[in-house]
């Protein structure tokens, strides 16, 4: 991969914070467009706009075309069985609640016990909550390792019978943690449960394989893999996909509409209810061709390139906590870490005056924030349009805003 060269695609990137060159490193909350995808949804609304499925005019089959040859796409992608197993969502917020809701309620029963873990962003935590409330279920928090990631022994004594869902991330947005997806999904089929994956920071860095995980539902987003915002997906097993309920209704996903009852649409479109957000999934689609081009597989390496420089020069900086594993074969591009006795919004600060974007806060992760003892922390991930360059200003930049805070020094 020509780094160089790739970033001339992004034109976001060429500009300058505080008179400062742009050094984006904000990849986990959301990442930068390449034009190829800017271009894909200006061509969209310049020439084929036009609502989808149910026109017989040109634009409208054209424009019909194109989404469910995103949605071919994205089952490419994530090797799912069939696009029947491939549902466009507003990303993966919207996925979660629609298993929570649609599946969970049908599932669980009073007394039955649902798993999650202390790594889950909230849109993976505060469904099943509502889910537990509404079920009078027992809501269980997986055992993690020092390291911060699901410790499947320990799971091994805690999943039980009454298990009915296993909802994890699969690589943490506030460590960078990577879960053993396979092995605990192996642990909840084998009591009859069903496992959820949040790949929202998986996705993007990795190949996923829904069928070599064993996956029973999968959410991801758009805007976190370099497509547009307000798309994201939700696989799930086709018979399992039969078996859920809409949690939307009208326009698009019915059938048949009589008086006092309804039908509804074959999969997938039981669940698209509504004009979809078109012009997204046809981004989407231009996205994953742009990740495709340069291979997950080198996206992956190259993430790997720069925890490798990057680890071990942080932990050899005094006053800096580091949070996840030490090993960068085991995590992400994701930086988490605190500055002692600086507060990280004005870590976040001391870097954006540095021309650097990094996030601060508790990451919509709280039970990890307390389970980690700390009220917040700061975060800088790394996406492959990041260079070598960029990962040593980052280190200098620590060490100025460090020096700032705790000694007055620039």
């Not at 064993?214 to 987003?221: K, L, P, R, T």
């Not at 605190?338 to 990280?344: S, T």
Request: glycine residues 8%; charged residues 20%.
């Amino acid at each position: 991969m020509e780094i160089a060269k790739v970033r001339q695609d992004f034109p976001i990137l060429f500009q300058t914070v505080n008179d400062e060159p742009l050094i984006y490193l904000d990849n986990a909350a959301t990442t930068q467009k390449p034009k190829q995808v800017i271009s894909a949804i200006e061509n969209y609304y310049a020439h084929d706009n036009a609502n989808v499925h149910r026109g017989v005019h040109t634009l409208s089959e054209r424009a019909t075309k194109q989404y469910e040859e995103a949605r071919e796409t994205v089952r490419a992608f994530i090797n799912a069985a069939s696009t029947k197993e491939v549902l466009f969502t507003r990303g993966t917020t919207t996925s979660l609640n629609w298993v929570a809701q649609g599946f969970g309620d049908q599932v669980v029963e009073e007394g039955d016990e649902i798993y999650i873990t202390a790594l889950e962003h909230h849109s993976n935590l505060v469904p099943w909550q509502q889910l537990a409330k509404r079920k009078q279920a027992r809501l269980v928090y997986l055992p993690l390792t020092e390291e911060g990631s699901v410790d499947v022994t320990a799971a091994q004594t805690v999943i039980s019978s009454k298990g009915k869902i296993l909802a994890v991330t699969q690589a943490s947005n506030v460590m960078g943690t990577i879960n053993p997806i396979k092995e605990l999904a192996a642990l909840i089929h084998a009591v009859g449960g069903y496992i959820v994956v949040d790949g929202a920071q998986s996705t993007p860095h990795m190949t996923v394989n829904v069928q070599q995980l064993d996956a029973d539902f999968f959410a991801f987003s758009g805007h976190k893999m370099s497509g547009p915002t307000g798309i994201g997906v939700l696989y799930g097993k086709e018979a399992l996909l039969e078996q859920m309920t809409p949690v939307e209704f009208g326009g698009e996903m019915i059938d048949f509409v009589y008086d006092e009852t309804a039908t509804w649409a074959p999969l997938p479109y039981k669940f698209e209810a509504g004009t979809p957000n078109i012009a997204g999934a046809i981004g989407l689609k231009a996205a994953i061709d742009y990740l495709n081009e340069i291979g997950m597989t080198e996206i992956q390496e190259h993430e790997h390139q720069i925890m490798r420089y990057l680890l071990p020069k942080i932990q050899e900086i005094a006053g800096i906590t580091l949070f996840g594993p030490t090993d960068p074969e085991k995590r992400t591009g994701i930086l988490t870490f605190n500055i002692d006795g600086v507060h990280p919004h004005d870590v976040a600060t001391g870097f954006d005056m540095e021309g650097i974007a990094i996030r601060a806060g508790h990451h919509c992760a709280q039970p990890l924030m307390r389970h980690l003892d700390v009220h917040a922390t700061a975060r800088a991930s790394f996406y492959f349009y990041n260079t070598q360059e960029e990962a040593e200003q980052f280190l200098v930049s620590l060490v100025k805003v460090k020096e700032f805070f705790t000694h007055g020094l620039i």
